[in-house]
């Protein structure tokens, strides 16, 4: 349940795979992209490592690893679901569709 209509509004966004993703990450070699600033700046930090492009509470990168277990490698993208993969031959064998 949601407090306010606008967070219904906001959530139910999040499931619409028509909504813009003006958020571009800046890598060359990664795909991404994102309907939120905040987003964007979570994936770099989290991802590329990138320092200073989030807020102090995610300046501890080794933190962030351990958090959510992102591991060091090339990593790529399901072009069907949109699960990240790191270092994996061969492609996701999902039947989601984003």
């Keep these: 349940a949601f407090a306010r209509a606008f967070n219904l509004k906001t959530h139910m966004d999040t499931h619409n795979p ?22 964007l700046q979570r994936h770099r930090t989290a991802i590329h490592h990138d320092q200073g492009s989030t807020s102090s509470i995610y300046s501890d990168s080794s933190r962030v690893s351990k958090a959510i277990g992102v591991t060091a490698g090339n990593r790529t993208w399901c072009d069907k679901c949109g699960k990240g993969r790191v270092d994996r031959e061969g492609g996701c064998e999902c039947n989601d569709i984003k």
């Design 18 to 39: 028509e909504r813009t993703k003006p958020f571009v990450c800046p890598h060359s070699s990664c795909k991404r992209s994102f309907s939120r600033k905040h987003d």
